[in-house]
């Protein structure tokens, strides 16, 4: 199989290479970045397999060439509300499967509008196989499983530990932080009283996960909230929610209010939201550890006729016999992406069409079972097992 991997040598694309480059099923990894230098220095990093091109994805032109000849199209090149949709054009174009980490609720529904074209051309398409979403969805998928009925769904994430890589082919404004500037501005899309509506970013939640009091969690433009009730239209509300790392201070509200007044750009916004990020880390460290999910689902309904809920977290490093110390965003972010294509190269990802995760084509525990099992290898666990790392809390 034969990968071509759009900013393979970025921030998150490069944990999925690593991963990927010792697969047998795996014969060739291209890193095509539009920084040539950064793309052959991580490639030369890599195995025979793993080499690099120069890639301008504006290029339509040069896009679909450079997918000529390819079997899969990684593609974790951001921000999505740019490259998303075009990227997996030409994929189906070329009759390449595709997978990306998705995070921006507005072409995950374009993305999701060329299912049937996908279909046509045999082209097997998962958008957002990433931390949040990605992760997030497979969480709740277990969540509801769990329940006889589910009317309704949270994911969320805790905001402070979703930095940034340091290694990374970018260069001036991440787009991680574009990204996050993007989906607390303006209105972003959610399901609520079973209809879409538009919502106020930040906007405060409150949050009754069993085992845990209450808190608060604020309203985060991801995929999640939209492509649920997509695939389960017997739900009433689907939220993504974000809490922790500052996100419901006045600072950080404060400069996204600034861009919906049209004072500063949404450019210089994540500029100062790094810093802020980095003032805020600083704060951290003299506080005691956040008690609340680093990452979960969470699934409201009932079981055996009275109300019910469920919560899927992945346990904190600071709960677990294991270290996690040494897992990234990066890599809980870029190892899912892998598994992915993994997956599919073994023929266990094989429907056509463009899928978000929570679809049903992807076996929930088993793909985050070989999830832990790749992370294991980069933060050393002392155990991989699906029990160790991940918790089911119940209401009953």
């Known amino acids: 199989m034969k ?46 397999k793993v080499s690099a091109m120069p890639l301008d994805v504006s290029d339509a032109l040069a896009l679909q060439q450079a997918m000529n000849g390819m079997d899969v199209v990684m593609n974790p090149c951001g921000p999505f509300f740019r490259f998303g949709v075009p990227i997996l054009q030409a994929s189906i174009n070329t009759g390449c499967h595709y997978f990306d980490i998705c995070d921006d609720w507005e072409p995950t529904l374009e993305m999701l509008a060329l299912d049937q074209a996908a279909k046509d051309a045999g082209v097997c398409a998962t ?6 979403p990605g992760v997030t969805n497979l969480l709740a998928l277990i969540a509801m499983q769990e329940l006889d009925s589910v009317n309704t769904v949270y994911t969320g994430w805790n905001l402070g530990p979703a930095k940034p890589e340091e290694a ?37 939640v409150s949050v009754h996960y069993p085992g845990l009091p209450s808190f608060t969690g604020c309203i985060f433009g991801h995929p999640e909230a939209i492509t649920f009730p997509t695939n389960y239209p017997e739900l009433q509300e689907s939220l993504n ?24 750009s949404k450019a210089r916004a994540a500029g100062l939201l790094t810093r802020f990020e980095q003032n805020t880390d600083a704060l951290a460290e003299e506080n005691a550890p956040d008690p609340r999910p680093v990452m979960y689902g969470l699934a409201i309904g009932t079981k055996n006729g009275r109300p019910a809920s469920v919560g899927v977290s992945l346990k904190s490093p600071a709960t677990q016999e294991t270290d996690a110390d ?51 290898k980069i933060a050393n666990f002392s155990s991989t097992a699906f029990d160790n790392h991940i918790e089911i809390a119940r209401s009953w």
Not at 172 to 183: D, F, K, L, P, R
Not at 243 to 252: R, T, V
Not at 370 to 375: A, S, T, Y
């Open 168 to 204: 990374s082919s970018q260069s001036g404004t991440n787009a991680a932080m574009i990204h996050a500037v993007e989906q607390m501005t303006g209105r972003v899309s959610v399901f609520r009283s079973g209809a879409f509506e538009m919502a106020r970013p930040l906007a405060p």
């Open 326 to 376: 040494g897992i990234s965003m990066g890599a809980i972010t870029g190892i899912p992406l892998a598994c992915g294509i993994q997956f599919l190269a073994a023929g266990q990802l094989r429907k056509p069409g463009v899928l978000s995760p929570e679809s049903g084509h992807i076996e929930p525990k088993a793909f985050l079972s070989e999830v832990l099992i790749q992370l294991g």
């Open 241 to 264: 929610l974000a809490h922790g790392g500052g996100i419901d201070s006045w600072q950080l509200k404060g400069i996204m209010r600034l861009v919906d007044w049209g004072l500063i």
């Open 3 to 48: 990968i071509l991997a759009i900013g393979g040598s970025g921030g998150m694309g490069r944990f999925a290479v690593k991963a990927l480059q010792d697969l047998e099923t795996i014969e060739q990894i291209v890193v095509a970045d539009l920084n040539a230098d950064s793309a052959q220095d991580f490639a030369n990093e890599m195995n025979d």
């Open 127 to 132: 958008v957002g196989l990433g931390a949040s």
